[in-house]
């Protein structure tokens, strides 16, 4: 066993012009890297510019990458078959926070909320992005509508009211993130069912 890895150390030793081959090879691929992300920030930036926006294009195209890695979003599962449900709701970004340079560093595939934190190292320089993860019982990101979040959390439980149950829906979260313009969705959407489901004379 010593003989054979000291044949390979002289293997490795008689065989330079193999080895500088390999530093080329590897010096190449990360100079053609770095060109690729070079042209990323180039285009993102150019993109943004056009678009009057204004913001950090290197922490973009990070955040970018990051969400890529996010695994599948998972299918809805009704709150009927629970007997508390907790939903999170993700809201697009306004015009203005775009405007003004804000990044979406927020990603949603069910049942998961992925925070995307750009983070700067003890160096000052160099960047890089600090994920969190959170688990619910549903999350919709804010490419799906009212009705989709009205379907798996509500629809299903409006039966059991004509059978002396009690639905409550509570809306928590901050000034302007969404809560009035998804409760009166989800209210018309529900008074709507709610006559299609009374019994006739109620």
């Given at each position: 066993m010593k003989r054979n890895n000291s044949n390979q150390n002289q293997a490795a030793v008689s065989n330079p012009l193999a080895n500088i081959q390999k530093i080329e090879k590897e010096r190449e691929e990360r100079r053609r890297k770095f060109e690729?992300?070079?042209?990323?920030?180039?285009?993102?930036?150019?993109?943004?510019?056009?678009?009057?926006?204004?913001?950090d294009v290197e922490f973009d195209l990070m955040i970018d990458e990051e969400r890529k890695k996010a695994p599948r979003a998972l299918n809805h599962v009704s709150s009927s078959q629970m007997q508390i449900c907790v939903c999170v709701r993700k809201r697009p970004l306004f015009e203005k926070e775009v405007a003004s340079g804000e990044i979406d560093s927020v990603s949603c595939p069910n049942p998961k909320v992925m925070v995307h934190e750009p983070k700067i190292k003890v160096d000052g320089i160099t960047k890089f992005i600090n994920n969190s993860e959170f688990n619910f019982d549903n999350t919709y990101s804010e490419k799906e509508s009212s009705n989709?979040?009205?379907?798996?959390?509500?629809?299903?439980?409006?039966?059991?009211?004509?059978?002396n149950g009690v639905l409550t829906l509570v809306a928590y979260g901050q000034t302007g993130s969404g809560k009035t313009f998804t409760v009166t969705a989800a209210t018309q959407d529900a008074v709507h069912d709610l006559f299609k489901l009374a019994p006739s004379g109620t």
């Open positions: 690729e992300i070079k042209q990323q920030k180039q285009e993102r930036d150019a993109a943004n510019k056009a678009a009057g926006r204004v913001c989709d979040l009205y379907k798996f959390q509500i629809k299903d439980l409006l039966p059991s009211l004509f059978k």
